[in-house]
């Protein structure tokens, strides 16, 4: 047991996304989104896997949320799909996706549990990609303010926690640097950095519209970071670990928070030919809407370690799997800056993700001091393979072991100073893996589905009972 506690009105939660969860992907109005299609292509995801049914939260969100009650959670964060509100991208609104997300918002509420909104969690409508090419062309910024203010005009009353991006690092580099995920392009550095210029652009014109609509409302973005540690105490390797964080950590948090890019960092894609052209008026908006925010949200799982590579070192890509486990064991690097070995002194879970609970406290101190900003922790999991039922028993005391020691660190840095607000488990229910099918299980909650089908019923884990504990009694059940 710990002395630690933590405050009253934390916010105790877990969270979810629409693609992930929902299915009912034609229902009601519901137009076809960048996933919906790139999942039909053959071999992209395990088993041919697609979100048409996923775990049916559409129809079951009554359940589903009766289940987060019965727990005690304070707070629930899933997102929108931007296609339930508008089938097109843009044009006129679907009433009915507006109302889904209506009772979903009410029944937390009725509840007492605190909806927090991702405006973006990786699904575009497809029609915006067919029109312009979605998120490579500059007139997506204005679509998704337009989107994002439809939503801020429906909820200003009931919702005051906002994500604008989900893991705006994961969506593009998988996108146009692996082709592991929409539009499926590979090595296109050049486009890389546009497309993220955009999606910056676009998260600042949205905070800046934010505070005109919902002024006491408490808008972010959800980055997922990996801090990282030099291999050791040679300074070439921390150099490869300030190059490391330049280039994959605050190349996004700066923006978000200083509203500027690295400058190191800027300066070295510029030679290499690939940065962003940043025009006068596009530095006042980052810098205007950098002022706005009011944390910053980090999907926490891994760290990462740096070591020098050499010109002719190791280069940016593994195996592509697609479709399965990962643990190829695979270093990957930048020639000249860095590359990620595995840390020895860490154990790693079925998917070769290394755990570090500690790692989850540095973020925290590390953005303190960097930025100075209150934090939400909005995703936090163990994704197993093995979450067998037994007698529809799932006795996953290894998600209760990697989750109670991230929140003992985490209970450790708001005890050294930290303003951390909420914590969010990834995920709620069990969910569809954007990639790997059911194969990956993070919930409390779990589903009696997989590729081929299942009841979809749902069940409760062991650690359902624990985090409820955790919960009623501010962090006091956790062991040190
Ligand atoms: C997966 C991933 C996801 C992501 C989440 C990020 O296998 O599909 O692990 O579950 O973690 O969507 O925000």
């Known amino acids: 047991m710990t002395e630690l506690r933590m405050p009253k009105d934390f916010l105790w939660g877990s969270a979810s996304a629409a693609y992930q969860i929902e299915g009912a992907?034609?229902?009601?109005?519901?137009?076809?989104s960048n996933w919906d299609e790139f999942v039909q292509i053959p071999g992209k995801t395990f088993k041919e896997t697609t979100g048409e049914v996923a775990v049916d939260h559409y129809h079951r969100y009554k359940e589903d949320?009766?289940?987060?009650?019965?727990?005690?959670?304070?707070?629930?964060?899933?997102?929108?799909?931007?296609?339930?509100?508008?089938?097109?991208?843009?044009?006129?609104?679907?009433?009915?996706?507006?109302?889904?997300?209506?009772?979903?918002?009410?029944?937390?509420?009725?509840?007492?549990?605190?909806?927090?909104?991702?405006?973006?969690?990786?699904?575009?409508?497809?029609?915006?990609?067919?029109?312009?090419?979605?998120?490579?062309?500059?007139?997506?910024?204005?679509?998704?303010?337009?989107y994002a203010v439809?939503?801020?005009?429906?909820?200003?009353?009931?919702?005051?926690?906002?994500?604008?991006?989900?893991?705006?690092?994961?969506?593009?580099?998988?996108?146009?640097?692996?082709?592991?995920?929409?539009?499926?392009?590979?090595?296109n550095e050049k486009m890389y950095y546009v497309v993220n210029h955009h999606a910056f652009l676009a998260h600042a014109k949205t905070v800046l519209k934010f505070k005109?609509?919902?002024?006491?409302?408490?808008?972010?973005?959800?980055?997922?970071?990996?801090?990282?540690?030099?291999?050791?105490?040679?300074?070439?390797?921390?150099?490869?670990?300030?190059?490391?964080?330049?280039?994959?950590?605050?190349?996004?948090?700066?923006?978000?928070?200083?509203?500027?890019?690295?400058?190191?960092?800027?300066?070295?894609?510029?030679?290499?030919?690939?940065?962003?052209?940043?025009?006068?008026?596009?530095?006042?908006?980052?810098?205007?809407?950098?002022?706005?925010i009011d944390f910053m949200g980090v999907n926490y799982y891994q760290t990462s370690v740096a070591e020098y590579n050499p010109l002719d070192g190791v280069g940016p890509y593994g195996e592509m799997n697609t479709s399965g486990k990962k643990g190829t064991g695979e270093i990957t690097g930048i020639p000249g800056l860095f590359?990620?070995?595995?840390?020895?002194?860490?154990?790693?879970?079925?998917?070769?993700?290394?755990?570090?609970?500690?790692?989850?406290?540095?973020?925290?101190?590390?953005?303190t001091s960097r930025y100075n900003l209150p934090i939400i922790i909005s995703e936090n999991g163990l994704g197993a393979f093995d979450d067998k039922t037994e007698d529809n028993q799932i006795h996953d005391d290894y998600r209760i072991a990697y989750l109670n020691a991230h929140v003992y660190e985490l209970m450790k840095a708001v005890d050294e100073g930290c303003d951390?607000?909420?914590?969010?488990?990834?995920?709620?229910?069990?969910?569809?893996?954007?990639?790997?099918?059911?194969?990956?299980?993070?919930?409390?909650?779990?589903?009696?589905?997989?590729?081929?089908?299942?009841?979809l019923d749902r069940y409760k884990k062991d650690s359902f009972y624990w985090y409820k504990d955790v919960i009623k009694s501010d962090g006091a059940t956790i062991t040190e």
């Open 25 to 32: 992907h034609k229902e009601d109005g519901k137009g076809t």
């Open 65 to 146: 949320i009766a289940l987060m009650a019965e727990m005690g959670l304070k707070t629930y964060r899933f997102s929108i799909a931007w296609t339930r509100i508008f089938p097109n991208g843009r044009g006129e609104v679907n009433e009915s996706g507006l109302e889904f997300y209506q009772n979903i918002i009410d029944e937390c509420l009725k509840h007492g549990i605190e909806p927090m909104v991702t405006l973006y969690h990786w699904d575009l409508p497809q029609a915006l990609v067919e029109e312009y090419g979605g998120w490579e062309s500059e007139q997506v910024i204005d679509d998704y303010v337009n």
């Open 150 to 187: 439809v939503l801020f005009d429906a909820f200003k009353d009931k919702v005051k926690y906002w994500i604008t991006m989900n893991e705006q690092n994961i969506f593009t580099t998988l996108g146009w640097m692996t082709a592991q995920h929409p539009p499926g392009k590979f090595d």
């Open 212 to 292: 005109e609509i919902i002024p006491d409302g408490k808008i972010g973005a959800s980055f997922a970071y990996s801090p990282s540690y030099a291999i050791n105490a040679d300074p070439i390797h921390a150099m490869s670990k300030i190059d490391f964080d330049n280039l994959k950590n605050f190349w996004w948090m700066d923006v978000y928070a200083y509203g500027r890019y690295p400058k190191n960092t800027y300066r070295y894609l510029e030679k290499k030919g690939v940065a962003p052209t940043v025009t006068a008026e596009d530095a006042a908006l980052l810098e205007a809407a950098a002022k706005q």
């Open 339 to 367: 590359k990620n070995p595995s840390n020895p002194h860490l154990e790693t879970t079925d998917w070769d993700w290394t755990i570090d609970p500690m790692g989850l406290r540095y973020a925290c101190k590390e953005i």
């Open 420 to 455: 951390v607000w909420a914590y969010c488990t990834w995920s709620f229910t069990d969910l569809l893996s954007w990639l790997n099918g059911y194969q990956k299980r993070y919930g409390f909650i779990y589903v009696d589905r997989d590729e081929e089908g299942g009841s």
